[in-house]
């Protein structure tokens, strides 16, 4: 006799033992004296005969019940012992309990062994950040507490982009939780963080992009007279235009003077792809004076009193200490990548050449390999160019 709703509805308890009511194909109710009614499958496996709970009605339903059999059915004719699977699902259930927030961050940050000693403190900083929620096992994580710890985050002090960040962290770690079976995706307490911090407001890097003030400019970096290394790096920049902390920690052995290449390791760019920096002749005239400075260390530009790189706000300090008229509104150190980019597309130069050289990642990778293996004289001639168009800036500001 097939089951329905209503035959469930009606069935009586038994006054003492237990009743099985089929369904058909070994699908039954087990109907105990004590008001409880269980599903239960009958099965063999490898001769034996089992049964295998599926729930109790009517927190499962008919149709649930059913689909939960099949699904077993399915287990057997592909040779799987659906007792066994059941088993092995209750021990990871039991194992992602004790998997706490904390632990399973730790194991996510010391993943990827390919990051840099930099983004890894970041990483480590943050989670430091998120230690509320540290001890919280990982399936029983719900977004408010999420959200709860975030706001407390954003509201201590000016801290409204580590919120961000300590979100972005919680969204990595429940997404590898997932992937790792601690987590079931449907429980995943982070895909309901959208809207939660307020935005951040971010502004773009300031840069002086009109010709005659950028002459100006160069002609001011020509009288800053604090430490050498610093002025040496401040005046290689804009002829360089690569990234504020790959020109500070830039490494004699990445220079080559005879090829007139710099050559920046891997794992010093942001995109984790080494990057060659034609030398026009102006560039090359600076690092020779600096390596009659710094030549016998490892770093090109040392601290004034450490053989340590300069520190990101040395050079930030020196530029806006020179004059006021270029203030932190004006120009920063980053924003000579903005003044190149500008300009060299002013003086119509190739906006894919252009890319290239700021190190601006192609979504054809195809493409950006062979670029880069094949268009090196075109951006070894446009920084030449680019050196010499300075040199003629600065010269025009002279004049005036």
Not at 21 to 31: A, E, F, N, R, V
Not at 252 to 277: C, P, S
Request: hydrophobic content about 40%; proline content about 4%; charged content about 25%.
């Amino acid at each position: 006799m097939k089951l329905t709703a209503a035959i469930l509805e009606a069935l009586e308890t038994p006054s003492r033992g237990q009743k099985k009511i089929t369904d058909g194909k070994s699908l039954y109710l087990l109907l105990r004296s004590n008001g409880a009614r269980a599903w239960r499958l009958k099965y063999r496996y490898r001769g034996r005969e089992q049964s295998l709970s599926l729930g109790l009605w009517p927190a499962v339903g008919l149709f649930q019940a059913r689909q939960s059999a099949a699904e077993a059915r399915e287990l057997l004719r592909r040779g799987i012992n659906p007792s066994q699977v059941r088993k092995e699902q209750k021990a990871a259930q039991h194992d992602a309990a004790e998997q706490t927030f904390g632990k399973v961050a730790l194991e996510f940050i010391g993943l990827d062994d390919s990051l840099a000693v930099r983004t890894k403190a970041k990483h480590q900083w943050t989670y430091r950040l998120l230690s509320k929620l540290h001890s919280t096992p990982i399936g029983q994580l719900k977004a408010p507490q999420i959200v709860q710890t975030l706001r407390a985050i954003e509201s201590s002090g000016d801290r409204r982009e580590s919120a961000h960040r300590a979100a972005s962290l919680v969204a990595r770690v429940c997404r590898y939780a997932v992937q790792s079976g601690y987590l079931a995706s449907a429980s995943n307490p982070a895909r309901d963080l959208r809207g939660a911090l307020k935005p951040i407001q971010r502004e773009s890097h300031p840069a002086v992009t009109e010709p005659r003030t950028f002459g100006i400019l160069l002609q001011v970096l020509e009288l800053y007279e604090g430490s050498a290394s610093v002025a040496n790096a401040l005046k290689l920049a804009p002829y360089v235009f690569v990234r504020p902390g790959e020109l500070r920690a830039a490494e004699w052995g990445e220079v080559d003077f005879r090829a007139a290449e710099w050559k920046i390791a891997a794992h010093r760019t942001k995109m984790r792809r080494a990057h060659i920096v034609p030398l026009s002749r102006q560039a090359l005239a600076i690092l020779k004076t600096q390596h009659a400075i710094s030549g016998a260390g490892k770093y090109c530009f040392p601290g004034p009193r450490t053989l340590r790189p300069l520190s990101d706000m040395s050079l930030t300090a020196a530029l806006h200490s020179i004059s006021p008229a270029f203030g932190r509104e004006d120009q920063s150190v980053h924003g000579f990548r903005s003044t190149a980019s500008t300009l060299l597309n002013e003086l119509g130069y190739d906006s894919a050449l252009i890319e290239l050289q700021l190190a601006h990642v192609r979504a054809d990778k195809v493409a950006g390999a062979y670029d880069r293996s094949m268009r090196l004289d075109a951006r070894r001639k446009m920084m030449q160019a680019w050196a010499d168009y300075l040199d003629g800036l600065r010269a025009e500001a002279l004049k005036e």
